[in-house]
């Protein structure tokens, strides 16, 4: 052996791996993109454009046109008049054929949607490609077999569609976000209104196009970027019959307090701050990924993390001793690298944000761990981050951060991690882990949370629904469910 | 070196182990864990891990580096009932000479026959640094008993062996005779002496992988210097999942005594890109420690042509037919 090792030194060394970049070559970006109203992509009344950059990069990608309330009362109309003149009319199965063409049409340019969506949120190009566009796709198949059978969803309901959606939403799943909020309004015969995030426009763009492209009759879907104005004046609008919002719970009340006293329907999907709950029989090195997937996944901008891990304590010494192991290989750095586990923060915003939080945990006491990785000097970017030893009174436990950050706790007895995961005012998700099946529906039926995974964690499907119970916010998107917030009955 | 010493350096039995429930390492006690409370293993979490191995992408140098680094820790393997001198003999020359035509490439790190063949392959291979492995233990069954397995051990030792992959009482195991195993590798690994001990699982018998982490753990225990999966004699052979635990398995014991135990996943690798995700699974999971042939082993027999044709096409820049690459 090593007579070998003596000859051939080289082989031996440090095995990294080369950077292997998805190639960008293939996409079609324009310099300015316009609102979609009516079937036309349009310049805005405001005559004002904003840029929206590469966060892994800081450059400029394109600039956007930011929507006023004259823009906003356009394609509101454009909605109400598709809806009542066509959408409204057409059979489910009409319907369906066109949700079905969008469907397929994300398909076949899955690659150029998901390299924009890495370029424009920042998020690694294995999560886009694997992950995001898929199940974007995946949302509009499953809502377009629905279109005409929602007489067999809701038997002798008479269910009836609303009117015009006004949808907004995050930056954290741009594309993904909104399949969940179109595919469903369309397959029930509503009409859309729809406002991506402001640092994440481009691919709700490319649906416009796609959507252009597929013949959908004009006016159905409209998409008008900008920032909270303009996502104000959907809200407020006087002929929007249905407000689908996700993002922050601070911005969910100030719309729920908006539409009181109106008789718009309203779902809100919000924050999170879930418990990932190891017990001691636990498979652990299986647990330790389901915890890296549960926080890191993508960047940990995700309202359903596992942002509070809670671990009972005869495991907890080597639970952290093999996440920490675990947290030295992550490869932080090029979204665009196949390679890549953790990609850019979206905003310099959100990263100032994170590093508020960092620096509030160390303040508090907590005991920091982050890997020995280095960070690329451009771009915004943060070292996935434990904080040990905390309690249920830090505030790196009780608020949510929205990023790479880890609060460790932990747990005696089954109560003790009932009572801790429940006491937060918010309840999206949770995880359980452990060998013992009577364990998982003990600990499942006593979650106050929305969505529980059972050894296993951040799993989405078009057929499961998803939302949330307290400050989380209410009503369910997925499913049957989902069909239910797009419907009178 | 064995393992099995007590406190004055003398070797004691396998049994008298069992008692005292600990023995005794380069001066520190190493408690010997109830195996029937090995760490329990979830099969879809192992596939999830195992789809992100499989998700890198290795390019360029680091791929190269992958490829000749994969060559060097080949065991070449014959074991067939056919097996003869002239077999073995031209097995060995190809062991030494992988491929001439092309620049710097390796040898294999071992080659892997019958104990009969041990004395033809030890006498093809002098000079070349090349390792002599032969399975022992009335492979590939192990179905006999303990003298004649100890035996087989001695007289593949004795004929010149530098390694043996012995086989561990399946049967036994299934039945619950946690102890019978290990006492069984225990005693192998002592008539080893100084020659390195690889303890066959035969994964594809034990069926779960729990069983396979249980069975990592005694073979690790009671003295192999390397685990291995499969005698290529069962299918399914090697896998990914099974490799894993058993990777799991070495980094525990790792994490608790700092001694090192080598992995050889051995049959059903015979492509270069699966040799490639086998190592993105050890690099990632044991670190760049065990990324030598001292470590880590592929017991295959079709696997270094493909890699080699990997590397020709690295310098040609276009596959070259099979034809350019020989079969021995």
């Given at each position: 052996m090593?007579?070998i090792?003596?000859n051939?030194?080289?082989?031996?060394t440090?095995?990294k791996?080369?950077?292997?970049?998805?190639?960008k070559?293939?996409?079609?970006?324009?310099n300015?993109y316009?609102l979609?109203?009516?079937?036309k992509?349009v310049?805005?009344?405001?005559?004002?454009?904003?840029?929206?950059?590469n966060?892994?990069t800081?450059e400029?990608?394109?600039e956007i046109?930011?929507?006023?309330e004259k823009?906003?009362?356009l394609?509101?109309?454009?909605?109400?008049?598709a809806?009542?003149k066509?959408?409204k009319?057409?059979?489910g199965k009409e319907?369906?054929?066109?949700?079905?063409?969008?469907a397929?049409?994300?398909?076949?340019?899955a690659r150029?949607?998901a390299?924009?969506e890495?370029m424009d949120?920042?998020?690694?190009?294995?999560?886009?490609r694997d992950i995001d566009?898929p199940l974007?796709?995946?949302?509009f198949?499953?809502?377009?077999?629905?279109?005409?059978?929602l007489e067999?969803?809701?038997p002798?309901?008479?269910p009836?569609s609303?009117?015009?959606?006004?949808?907004?939403?995050?930056?954290n799943?741009p594309l993904?976000?909104?399949a969940?909020?179109?595919?469903p309004?369309l397959?029930?015969g509503?009409?859309?209104?729809?406002?991506?995030?402001?640092?994440t426009?481009?691919t709700a763009?490319?649906?416009a196009?796609?959507i252009?492209?597929?013949?959908?009759p004009?006016?159905?879907?409209?998409?008008?970027?900008?920032?909270?104005?303009?996502g104000?004046?959907?809200v407020?609008?006087a002929n929007?019959?249905?407000?689908a919002f996700t993002g922050?719970?601070?911005?969910?009340?100030i719309?729920?307090?908006?539409?009181?006293g109106t008789?718009?329907?309203?779902?809100?999907?919000l924050g999170?701050k879930?418990a990932?709950i190891v017990f001691?029989?636990a498979?652990l090195?299986?647990?330790?990924?389901?915890?890296?997937?549960g926080i890191?996944f993508?960047?940990?901008h995700?309202?359903?993390?596992?942002s509070?891990?809670l671990?009972?304590?005869?495991?907890?010494?080597?639970l952290?001793?093999?996440?920490k192991?675990?947290?030295?290989?992550?490869?932080?750095?090029d979204?665009?690298?196949?390679?890549?586990?953790?990609?850019?923060?979206?905003?310099?915003e959100?990263?100032s944000k994170?590093?508020?939080y960092i620096?509030?945990?160390?303040?508090e006491?907590?005991e920091?761990?982050?890997?020995s990785?280095?960070?690329?000097?451009k771009?915004?970017?943060c070292?996935p981050?434990?904080f040990?030893?905390t309690?249920?009174?830090?505030?790196?436990v009780?608020?949510?951060?929205?990023?790479?950050?880890l609060?460790?706790?932990?747990?005696r007895?089954?109560e003790?991690a009932?009572?801790?995961?429940?006491?937060?005012p918010?309840?999206l998700s949770?995880g359980?882990?452990t060998?013992?099946?009577s364990?998982i529906f003990?600990m499942t039926?006593?979650?106050?949370?929305g969505?529980?995974?059972?050894?296993?964690y951040n799993k989405f499907?078009?057929t499961?629904?998803?939302g949330?119970?307290?400050e989380?916010g209410f009503?369910?998107e997925?499913?049957?469910h989902?069909?239910?917030a797009?419907l009178?009955? | 070196?064995?393992r099995?010493?007590?406190e004055s350096?003398?070797?004691?039995?396998?049994?008298?182990?069992y008692?005292?429930?600990?023995?005794i390492?380069?001066?520190?006690i190493?408690d010997i864990?109830?195996?029937r409370?090995?760490?329990?293993?979830?099969q879809?979490g192992?596939?999830?891990?195992?789809?992100?191995?499989?998700?890198?992408?290795?390019?360029?140098?680091?791929?190269v580096?992958?490829l000749?680094?994969?060559l060097?820790?080949?065991?070449?393997?014959?074991?067939?009932g056919k097996d003869?001198i002239?077999?073995v003999?031209?097995?060995?020359?190809?062991?030494?000479h992988?491929c001439d035509?092309?620049a710097?490439?390796?040898?294999?790190a071992?080659v892997c026959?019958?104990?009969?063949?041990?004395r033809?392959?030890k006498?093809?291979?002098?000079?070349t640094g090349?390792k002599?492995a032969s399975v022992a233990?009335?492979?590939?069954?192990g179905?006999?008993?303990r003298n004649?397995?100890?035996?087989d051990?001695?007289?593949a030792?004795a004929?010149g062996?530098?390694?043996?992959d012995m086989?561990?009482s399946r049967?036994e195991?299934?039945?619950?005779?946690y102890?019978?195993?290990f006492?069984e590798?225990?005693?192998?690994?002592?008539?080893?002496?100084?020659?390195?001990?690889?303890?066959?699982?035969?994964t594809?018998?034990l069926s779960?992988?729990?069983n396979?982490?249980?069975?990592s753990?005694?073979?690790i225990?009671a003295?192999a210097?390397?685990?291995?999966?499969?005698?290529g004699?069962?299918?399914?052979?090697?896998?990914m999942?099974?490799?894993l635990?058993m990777?799991?398995a070495?980094?525990?014991?790792?994490?608790?005594?700092?001694?090192?135990?080598g992995?050889?996943?051995?049959g059903g690798?015979?492509t270069?890109?699966?040799?490639?995700?086998?190592?993105?699974m050890?690099?990632?999971?044991?670190?760049?420690?065990?990324?030598?042939?001292?470590?880590?082993?592929?017991g295959?027999?079709?696997?270094?042509?493909?890699?080699?044709?990997?590397?020709?096409?690295?310098?040609h820049?276009?596959?070259?037919?099979k034809?350019y690459?020989?079969?021995d």
């Amino acid at each position: 052996m090593s007579k070998i090792k003596e000859n051939n030194p080289e082989y031996f060394t440090d095995w990294k791996y080369a950077p292997s970049p998805e190639s960008k070559d293939h996409i079609r970006l324009q310099n300015r993109y316009e609102l979609f109203i009516n079937g036309k992509f349009v310049k805005p009344n405001s005559k004002k454009y904003f840029d929206t950059i590469n966060p892994a990069t800081e450059e400029k990608i394109a600039e956007i046109a930011e929507a006023n309330e004259k823009d906003v009362d356009l394609a509101v109309t454009a909605a109400k008049n598709a809806y009542d003149k066509v959408w409204k009319k057409m059979p489910g199965k009409e319907r369906a054929k066109y949700i079905y063409r969008i469907a397929r049409m994300i398909q076949e340019k899955a690659r150029e949607l998901a390299v924009i969506e890495t370029m424009d949120g920042g998020k690694a190009i294995r999560e886009s490609r694997d992950i995001d566009v898929p199940l974007a796709a995946n949302h509009f198949f499953y809502y377009a077999g629905w279109a005409d059978k929602l007489e067999y969803a809701f038997p002798n309901r008479k269910p009836q569609s609303l009117g015009v959606a006004g949808q907004i939403i995050p930056w954290n799943f741009p594309l993904l976000m909104a399949a969940w909020k179109i595919a469903p309004a369309l397959a029930t015969g509503n009409t859309v209104v729809l406002k991506p995030a402001e640092t994440t426009s481009l691919t709700a763009l490319k649906l416009a196009e796609i959507i252009q492209e597929s013949g959908l009759p004009e006016g159905v879907v409209n998409i008008v970027t900008g920032f909270g104005n303009t996502g104000a004046a959907i809200v407020n609008h006087a002929n929007v019959n249905k407000v689908a919002f996700t993002g922050s719970t601070d911005v969910g009340k100030i719309i729920q307090k908006a539409i009181a006293g109106t008789n718009k329907k309203l779902t809100l999907e919000l924050g999170g701050k879930a418990a990932n709950i190891v017990f001691e029989d636990a498979p652990l090195d299986q647990a330790v990924e389901g915890i890296i997937n549960g926080i890191f996944f993508n960047q940990g901008h995700v309202c359903c993390a596992g942002s509070r891990l809670l671990v009972q304590e005869g495991v907890a010494e080597i639970l952290i001793r093999k996440l920490k192991d675990r947290m030295e290989t992550l490869i932080v750095g090029d979204p665009l690298d196949k390679n890549t586990d953790i990609g850019a923060i979206n905003s310099k915003e959100q990263l100032s944000k994170i590093n508020e939080y960092i620096k509030i945990g160390t303040n508090e006491g907590a005991e920091i761990f982050q890997p020995s990785c280095s960070l690329p000097k451009k771009g915004f970017f943060c070292k996935p981050t434990l904080f040990l030893n905390t309690s249920q009174s830090h505030r790196v436990v009780q608020e949510e951060i929205f990023g790479p950050v880890l609060a460790v706790q932990t747990f005696r007895t089954v109560e003790e991690a009932i009572e801790k995961a429940n006491n937060i005012p918010f309840g999206l998700s949770a995880g359980i882990w452990t060998d013992k099946g009577s364990k998982i529906f003990n600990m499942t039926s006593k979650m106050r949370a929305g969505v529980v995974w059972a050894n296993t964690y951040n799993k989405f499907d078009p057929t499961s629904p998803f939302g949330g119970y307290k400050e989380s916010g209410f009503g369910r998107e997925g499913g049957l469910h989902g069909l239910a917030a797009y419907l009178n009955f | 070196m064995p393992r099995f010493l007590n406190e004055s350096g003398d070797s004691i039995p396998a049994f008298s182990l069992y008692l005292s429930l600990n023995f005794i390492f380069m001066g520190s006690i190493i408690d010997i864990p109830d195996f029937r409370l090995s760490p329990v293993v979830d099969q879809v979490g192992i596939e999830e891990r195992i789809s992100r191995f499989t998700a890198r992408s290795i390019k360029k140098a680091s791929k190269v580096q992958a490829l000749k680094l994969t060559l060097t820790m080949i065991d070449l393997t014959t074991l067939e009932g056919k097996d003869t001198i002239g077999k073995v003999k031209q097995m060995c020359y190809k062991a030494a000479h992988l491929c001439d035509q092309l620049a710097g490439i390796p040898t294999v790190a071992a080659v892997c026959v019958y104990p009969t063949h041990v004395r033809t392959a030890k006498k093809s291979l002098e000079g070349t640094g090349i390792k002599v492995a032969s399975v022992a233990t009335a492979f590939p069954s192990g179905n006999s008993t303990r003298n004649i397995k100890i035996e087989d051990t001695k007289y593949a030792v004795a004929e010149g062996a530098d390694e043996v992959d012995m086989v561990i009482s399946r049967g036994e195991f299934l039945e619950g005779n946690y102890n019978f195993v290990f006492d069984e590798i225990a005693a192998i690994k002592e008539a080893c002496g100084k020659a390195r001990l690889k303890v066959i699982l035969e994964t594809g018998e034990l069926s779960t992988l729990d069983n396979v982490r249980r069975a990592s753990d005694i073979a690790i225990y009671a003295g192999a210097d390397f685990i291995k999966t499969s005698t290529g004699k069962i299918s399914p052979a090697a896998t990914m999942p099974v490799t894993l635990v058993m990777l799991q398995a070495i980094k525990d014991y790792y994490s608790k005594t700092g001694i090192m135990i080598g992995m050889k996943p051995a049959g059903g690798i015979s492509t270069a890109k699966l040799a490639i995700n086998y190592l993105v699974m050890l690099h990632e999971t044991l670190g760049q420690k065990w990324l030598s042939n001292e470590w880590f082993r592929f017991g295959a027999s079709s696997l270094a042509n493909d890699v080699l044709m990997q590397l020709g096409k690295e310098t040609h820049g276009v596959y070259q037919s099979k034809d350019y690459f020989s079969n021995d």
